[in-house]
């Protein structure tokens, strides 16, 4: 037919390469679905790829977090923008079902004309206390997010006047052509800080910590997204840029260790960051850790009493906070989340009457000046976000930051996809953010007749028990007495019992317990 009708080629050498690819279908070992339907088995694998895209944009319903609903990406994508962020016709909530929260508000409520909050980070062994915001971008390094994002995230906290933490992968130079505050994140690999041989090099940390741009310093134990997983960096991913942010060799593969290497029990810990206080000049020092084995925790208390160094503060990371590729297991699985994580510190704290030394920052799916009031309440003096923030540079949650295929230029080193986030734009948009949260934090703390974020505590939450009857937050995260852990009483046994097998010099629990 082809010989009369030239038209014909184009339907031959589609039927041809199908009937090649039929072939192949069945010689091939590998999928045995495309053995039994060669070519339409195909249609599987198509519908599997754009099957998140699908559920996205056409089945989920507003509230369907996966794991941020539409409607906690649209609340962040509207106060990026400046756009309304109001909503008509009511709640969407169950507010019959349990589990449901609500603010408690008073019939006098307070107006704020200024919502820059902020708390003081620094005990009387810290020389150079930062005032620090209530709303603050968590830690996200550069080599997980690209150097557009970070600039962007970072001129943006330069225009709110709010602090970056670096994560674990080293000071960029997109960290640094902004100027916005920074935190300084050290992870076990000592990126930015360490010497041939990956050990921790207190003449090149000393180096990075006297940049007036670094605010505070932040050792990292553990995130809430893969606790007690270390991490390799492929040679094939390392550049240039981010070789020299980190330290390392252009052509090798860098591995993250699980552990510090530079101590190994309690009183070792705080000798290192008593360490880090003196090399960095007496800036804030803390640590940065999700919940795992309470008694570790308490070891680490005691070891603070034993010798006299207390950080300036802790950041408690929940298990549903958020990375850039984690085994599933871990990512469901390991870790404590943040409310109880949170409350547990926080107690713990009091309890050995060492909480007003300490500030503790939170972060894990907060996004809302609701996540942040409830986060305050249970004992955080400040919040994190790093997703949060991601949605205000122009994440879509498309959830390929692993592949390097990430659609908006967020999670990717390709540069012809990182070349779709314009710097200039996402900037205003993150600092916006930042600036409309805290306005509706105000309203919200105004509302309950607060005089400032700062002082909420549990009673000024409800919520909804499985049995349908409402309780104040106070009666489930409770504020322990102070000191408590330092008598002879009977009170709060399972907080006791830990105490009591917990030990300053080493992390290793007692024998048959």
């Known amino acids: 037919m082809a010989l009369w009708y030239p038209g014909f080629w184009i339907a031959f050498v589609i039927l041809a390469a199908l009937t090649l690819l039929g072939f192949y279908d069945l010689r091939q070992q590998r999928h045995s679905i495309l053995r039994n339907y060669p070519i339409m088995g195909h249609l599987r694998f198509l519908f599997e790829g754009i099957r998140p895209e699908i559920r996205q944009y056409l089945i989920e319903s507003d509230r369907d977090e996966q794991p941020f609903s539409r409607e906690q990406r649209s609340l962040v994508y509207q106060r990026a923008k400046g756009a309304e962020d109001k909503r008509p016709f009511g709640t969407q909530e169950k507010v019959y079902e349990a589990g449901y929260s609500w603010l408690t508000h008073s019939v006098q409520p307070v107006h704020f004309t200024n919502t820059d909050f902020r708390v003081r980070i620094g005990n009387q062994a810290c020389k150079q206390p930062y005032d620090a915001s209530l709303y603050n971008i968590s830690a996200m390094s550069f080599g997980a997010l690209s150097a557009n994002a970070i600039l962007a995230l970072n001129t943006g906290a330069k225009m709110g006047n709010f602090a970056h933490d670096t994560g674990e992968g080293g000071i960029s130079r997109y960290h640094r052509q902004a100027g916005g505050d920074l935190i300084y994140e050290i992870g076990s690999g000592y990126f930015g800080c360490r010497d041939d041989d990956g050990r921790f090099s207190p003449d090149k940390f000393a180096e990075q910590a006297a940049d007036a741009q670094v605010k505070m310093i932040e050792l990292k134990l553990s995130q809430g997204a893969k ?62 850790l999700c919940i795992g084995h309470r008694r570790e925790f308490m070891c680490i208390v005691k070891a603070m009493l034993h010798t006299g160094i207390v950080p300036d503060f802790i950041v408690v990371d929940g298990s549903e906070g958020g990375t850039g590729a984690a085994p599933l297991e871990f990512a469901n699985h390991v870790g404590m989340p943040l409310v109880e994580g949170l409350t547990f510190v926080h107690n713990t704290l009091r309890g050995a009457g ?93 509302a309950a007749g607060l005089t400032d974020p700062t002082n909420f505590e549990p009673y000024h939450f409800m919520t909804r028990r499985g049995d349908g009857q409402m309780t104040e937050a106070n009666d489930v995260y409770t504020y322990l007495r102070k000191g408590f852990l330092l008598d002879d009483g009977d009170d709060n046994p399972i907080y006791r019992e830990r105490w009591a097998r917990a030990n300053a010099h080493s992390f290793v629990p007692p024998e048959g317990r």
């Not at 606790?227 to 860098?254: F, N, Y």
């Not at 510090?260 to 803390?286: A, T």
């Not at 955080?380 to 540079?393: H, Q």
């Open 354 to 446: 060492l909480r007003e030394q300490v500030k503790i920052g939170a972060a894990g799916k907060i996004v809302s000046a609701f996540d942040i009031a409830r986060a305050l309440s249970i004992g955080a003096d400040w919040c994190n976000s790093a997703r949060g923030y991601m949605f205000a540079v122009g994440c879509i949650q498309a959830q390929a930051c692993h592949t390097n295929h990430c659609p908006v230029g967020v999670a990717t080193q390709d540069p012809l996809r990182q070349r779709a986030l314009d710097v200039g734009d996402k900037s205003k948009r993150v600092a916006r953010f930042h600036d409309n949260t805290l306005k509706a934090l105000g309203e919200m703390a105004g």
């Open 227 to 288: 606790p007690g997983h270390g991490g390799m960096l492929p040679a094939s991913k390392i550049t240039p840029e981010i070789a020299e942010a980190r330290g390392i060799p252009v052509g090798q593969d860098c591995v993250s260790p699980a552990a510090h290497p530079e101590f190994s029990n309690p009183v070792e810990m705080m000798e290192f960051i008593g360490r880090l206080r003196d090399l960095s000049g007496g800036k804030p020092v803390g640590f940065k």
